[in-house]
């Protein structure tokens, strides 16, 4: 199934799109749990329930306003850095230069607030004046569905309700300088995410091909068979003494080919289009500015 978020006559709704992604059709919500977006779905299918009927109000997803899936978050997102290999070298003299040089030594976990997230072609606002060395990162996200702590490796597959796609957006000389890297990870707009959930029973998130584009170019192409750490491992590593809770969001690493890593390095200008895409779920597209 895929869930998506969207606005008709400026009200928003939650609906379920075709398989061809054409069409969505509104669930019957009550209006006031709509506000929290596709939150209200990934809570109720948590909780064993099904979802609401199809009001008959469907429409052409190329003809709606596309909201991010969940646009409202509670808390956080987590994320993590350095999962892929190539993506540990390309960046181990700048970015990674002061880790562990041991990529598998344990996950590098960080977060983004939840004022990053924006809808899959919305604009992403560049921090004129505070940086201009912004970076893409490709990536698979995987939503929690049941929540809980200490959750293991061997059970973490079942806390798994849906994945969705996000622009991982970075302020490289941000979040170099300050050695930890919220601030640079975490400005106003850094986390376009969508274009609908697609739940677990629909898609193996491990074995799915990760790809982005700038301006048309392609580059990066990756695939989460190639994570360091793969998804019940970030889980298990996330939920450590932390309760995880319907909802929260694991940004699970990048693949190779982000701007820090070309020679010469090339970072996103006002104008410039990213496009990431992977296979089973769908694709968002947005326009620096």
């Known amino acids: 199934m895929k869930i998506a978020v969207f606005r008709v006559g400026g009200e928003r709704r939650i609906g379920v799109v075709s398989d061809d992604g054409s069409t969505v059709t509104a669930l019957n919500f009550p209006r006031e749990l709509a506000a929290a977006g596709a939150l209200t779905a990934v809570q109720w299918l948590a909780e064993g329930r099904a979802l609401p009927a199809r009001t008959g109000s469907s429409y052409r997803w190329d003809q709606v306003e596309h909201e991010a899936p969940l646009p409202a978050q509670q808390r956080n997102l987590f994320c993590v850095g350095r999962n892929y290999h190539a993506h540990a070298k390309e960046l181990r003299d700048s970015v990674f230069k002061d880790n562990d040089a041991n990529p598998e030594s344990w996950p590098i976990v960080f977060t983004k607030v939840p004022q990053t997230v924006v809808g899959p072609r919305a604009d992403v606002r560049l921090p004129t004046g505070i940086s201009d060395k912004i970076d893409y990162e490709a990536e698979l996200a995987v939503v929690i569905g049941k929540g809980g ?100 969001v694991i940004a699970t690493g990048t693949p190779a080919g982000v701007g820090q890593g070309l020679n010469p390095p090339q970072f996103l200008k006002s104008g410039d289009t990213v496009r990431v895409e992977i296979d089973g779920i769908g694709r968002i597209e947005n326009r620096f500015v």
């Not at 996000?166 to 490289?172: G, M």
């Not at 799915?208 to 190639?226: A, I, P, S, Y």
């Open 149 to 248: 702590s200490n959750i293991s490796r061997a059970q973490a597959m079942n806390h798994v309700v849906a994945y969705t796609v996000v622009n991982d957006v970075t302020a490289r000389d941000v979040q170099m300088r300050h050695q930890q890297w919220d601030l640079g990870k975490s400005f106003d707009t850094f986390c376009p995410m969508g274009p609908w959930l697609v739940t677990a029973d629909e898609l193996d998130g491990q074995k799915t091909r990760v790809r982005c584009w700038v301006n048309g170019e392609l580059r990066q192409d990756g695939n989460t068979e190639d994570l360091i750490f793969d998804i019940p491992t970030l889980i298990e590593t996330c939920s450590r003494g932390i309760t995880l809770y319907p909802g929260d």
